[in-house]
């Protein structure tokens, strides 16, 4: 019997995906802005997990889902937690590639400028996943996925009606470790509605 989908806006998640290990849906969430008091909605988003994660995060056993959405603390565990993850990003509304490779770009560069960890090395890296992005379109229902199968390594993948796979390796860690942050950074991150979904989720399975 196929598990039910979860429904993120009108775009659909399967509960469960497999890279090398079957990886569960641990949170949801979008990426908006308002202007003008009208929410214009870019990304629904999808963050799958090894549900092995819980063993590396039972320093948070009895915490609420709010007391864990505040605690960023929480977010560098998830981030660090060795096992494998991925990253879904549908586009809701189209925008330019480059639109989204320099809100990426900008976020990372940030990010490491701000632990001092913006060197050389990290630039090319990161100048190549800004490159990548530069020449796609992001139509509705196109398919921006990040995954993770080790914390040093980053595989992202965009697909689009009418045209193959494109795909591009990030092996810097730095700048990996940063790309899970934009999604994965608490406090910081990207997607509000995002971190109190996994917030949410992680404060049950915490407490089973």
Aim: aromatic share 10%.
């Amino acid at each position: 019997m196929a598990s039910e989908m979860v429904m993120v806006d009108d775009v659909a998640f399967a509960p469960e995906l497999t890279l090398t290990k079957p990886l569960a849906l641990l949170g949801t969430g979008i990426t908006d802005i308002e202007i003008h008091f009208l929410q214009i909605k870019y990304n629904a988003i999808g963050i799958y997990m090894e549900k092995d994660v819980i063993a590396h995060l039972s320093s948070w056993k009895t915490k609420n889902a709010t007391e864990i959405a505040d605690d960023d603390t929480f977010f560098e565990a998830l981030v660090s937690a060795p096992v494998e993850k991925l990253f879904r990003v549908v586009v809701i509304k189209e925008i330019k590639g480059s639109q989204y490779g320099v809100q990426l770009e900008s976020s990372v560069r940030d990010r490491l400028a701000a632990v001092d960890k913006y060197e050389e090395e990290e630039e090319e890296a990161l100048e190549k996943v800004t490159d990548f992005f530069q020449t796609k379109y992001f139509k509705k229902d196109s398919v921006i996925t990040f995954s993770f199968p080790t914390s040093s390594k980053a595989e992202i993948s965009f697909v689009t009606e009418g045209k193959p796979e494109a795909k591009h390796t990030v092996e810097n860690a730095n700048v990996v470790e940063m790309i899970q942050k934009w999604y994965l950074g608490g406090s910081r991150a990207v997607s509000p509605t995002t971190v109190k979904s996994l917030a949410e989720k992680f404060a049950a399975l915490l407490a089973q």
